[in-house]
């Protein structure tokens, strides 16, 4: 349980794995950053090309499509990814605030006081997670990830005041709130246009020119992120799953499961 929202920790330069994130392109199911502190490298993130150079903290989202498309051999850097679980056991309140910022520019530059907090805080992490384990042991790591998070958020919170937001934004930041929520158990569009007092049309139709997806894909996706993880990170049998998803039974959320990933539950959890 110690490592139970599934935290990985990457550095460059290497011998092992230097990115949370892959070389090729794809839709991610978990929570990513990573910070240039030398060098440069260049990824895609949404189909956008952005540069990493010195001080660049990226940060990726559940249902972003980024890869890693080059980077130099005097880069040097860190970062880590997090399971979706992250979201919903964490005290994380208003993530949903950022959502936006982050999605439209997910990369910024920080100051070397902030680049140093957030290599501190991850090098104690990884002491806690690899050393011995105490009673109390996940607790501390827990709250060192809540205060991880927290001085993330704070970089982006510094750009964020500066942006004005349209209509738009307010509405797809409030709409992603509920959503990290509430996907666990409500997956229909009604419920989401209820909370926020609109018609499904007018919310289908705002998140859908604000982002190009439909509001249905965003939760979907969500869950679906959500169920792989459950399947990849716990030993909940798929009947369990299937009642932590809030779905009538097994039969159905595998139907949602395959026709949202092109296999079964199973076969996604042996490595299918």
């Known amino acids: 349980m110690l490592n139970k ?25 978990y929570i990513a950053f990573y910070i240039c502190e030398h060098g440069d490298a260049e990824v895609m993130i949404d ?17 972003t499509i980024v890869g890693i498309e080059k980077y130099s051999q005097n880069l040097k ?34 100051t070397k006081a902030q680049l140093s907090t957030i290599k501190k805080l991850t090098e104690i992490i990884n002491q806690k997670i690899d050393g011995s384990n105490t009673p109390l042991t996940s607790l501390v790591v827990k709250n060192l990830l809540n205060s991880l998070v927290y001085e993330i958020i704070s970089c982006y919170a510094n750009n964020a005041t500066e942006m004005i937001s349209s209509r738009q934004d307010v509405i797809f930041r409030e709409f992603m709130q509920h959503v990290f929520r509430d996907h666990k158990s409500e997956r229909t569009l009604t419920y989401y246009a209820d909370k926020m007092c609109m018609t499904t049309r007018y919310l289908s139709a705002t998140i859908k020119e604000k982002t190009g997806y439909t509001a249905t894909y965003w939760i979907d996706s969500m869950v679906t992120a959500e169920a792989k993880n459950l399947l990849r990170t716990t030993d909940l049998s798929v009947q369990q799953i299937a009642q932590d998803l809030n779905f009538a039974n097994a039969s159905f959320f595998g139907q949602f499961f395959r026709k949202h990933t092109g296999v079964t539950p199973l076969r996604y959890r042996n490595g299918g």
């Not at 330069?13 to 892959?22: E, I, K, L």
């Not at 189909?47 to 249902?63: E, F, M, R």
């Open 77 to 110: 850097g860190f970062g880590a990814k997090a399971s979706i679980l992250f979201i919903d056991e964490l005290f994380i309140p208003n993530i949903g605030d950022y959502y936006t910022y982050i999605k439209n520019s997910p990369c910024i530059t920080i």
């Open 47 to 63: 189909g956008k090309d952005i540069a990493l150079t010195s001080n660049s903290l990226c940060v990726v989202l559940p249902c």
């Open 5 to 29: 929202f599934n935290y990985e920790y990457y550095s460059h330069p290497s011998s092992d794995a230097m990115f949370p994130v892959g070389r090729t392109p794809e839709s991610i199911d």
